[in-house]
């Protein structure tokens, strides 16, 4: 007889780490975590459901909230840090992931699959609070062509994870996870390509617009006129997650402790076995 699916419950905690045009290493800036300033690392929680077919392979449904956050103060590389930008955005992400086990233990286990965010980059100016995308600051709003970036996208995360307490087939379980979300925007962070004309700026979406866009104390002539370099548009904009995972199974199998073995209720009127 075929063996039903088991159908767990997942509450995940971590970090969040920001993978963008902000901030980095002293080197070229990259898409990938060695280019990771641990200074803007944050937080994510979220829940989901894993449909188990097999001990080894498993479906997963998903939805994370996270703070993610980049500054350019955190970097040595001389432009990055004269140019002297940062930002913070709310992340929401929901995915569904295919997950294998393989070998005999099933502790360690890799996923991958694919989902949607949503990013609201913010910024603080003179204690005030502004959400970026309503100023435009790469042009959009005046610029041919240039629309608004929507505030969703679509990603693609992957990773491993292992279980540090196994509840075996039926049972509840810990896991340490690392998943990295490939997005497909590169404006999670406002940041992407070049300066614009100011004054065009100014007059579309006012004086505010200019000091978001150029916060730069360079000494460079030219750093921040119109078609200097901003941002790189050929790396998309990253984040990834180090989470604890707890899985604890649904139904029948609800209950079940860290080994598989039941917890039982103690009574206080139960019945001897044996007179």
């Known amino acids: 007889m075929a063996q ?10 971590g970090n969040s780490m920001f993978l963008g ?11 990938g975590p060695q280019d990771l300033n641990l200074q803007s690392v944050r937080y994510s929680i979220g829940t989901g459901f894993k449909l188990a077919f097999t001990p080894g392979v498993a479906i997963r449904a998903n939805i994370t909230y996270a703070r993610v956050s980049g500054n350019d103060k955190f970097t040595q590389n001389p432009e990055r840090n004269q140019r002297n930008l940062s930002f913070f955005s709310p992340i929401v992400n929901s995915t569904v992931m295919l997950e294998l086990s393989p070998g005999e233990s099933k502790r360690f286990y890799v996923f991958a699959g694919a989902g ?20 435009g600051t790469e042009g959009q709003y005046f610029l041919p062509g240039k629309e608004p970036y929507r505030p969703t996208a679509l990603i693609f995360p992957f990773g491993f994870g292992y279980k540090i307490k196994d509840g075996g087939n039926g049972g509840a379980s810990l896991s340490v996870e690392y998943v990295m979300n490939k997005s497909t925007t590169d404006y ?32 460079i002539i030219g ?10 548009p050929r790396d998309m904009d990253n984040f990834s997650f180090l989470q604890l995972v707890y899985s604890a199974p649904l139904g029948k199998a609800r209950g079940s402790g860290f080994g598989g073995k039941p917890y039982r209720r103690k009574s206080k009127n139960r019945c001897p076995d044996r007179f």
Do not use: C
């Open 223 to 232: 750093f921040s006129e119109p078609g200097a370099i901003r941002g790189d």
């Open 188 to 219: 999670i962070d406002d940041v992407s390509t070049n300066y614009v004309d100011k004054t065009q700026l100014a007059n579309r979406n006012g004086a505010v617009a200019v000091q978001l866009m150029d916060r730069s104390n360079s000494t």
């Open 4 to 13: 039903r699916p088991k159908v767990y419950h997942q509450a995940n905690l």
């Open 21 to 31: 045009d902000l901030g980095g290493r002293p080197t070229i800036g990259t898409d």
């Open 116 to 135: 949607f965010f949503y990013f609201e980059p913010k910024t603080k100016l003179g204690g005030n609070t502004y959400w970026l995308r309503d100023y």
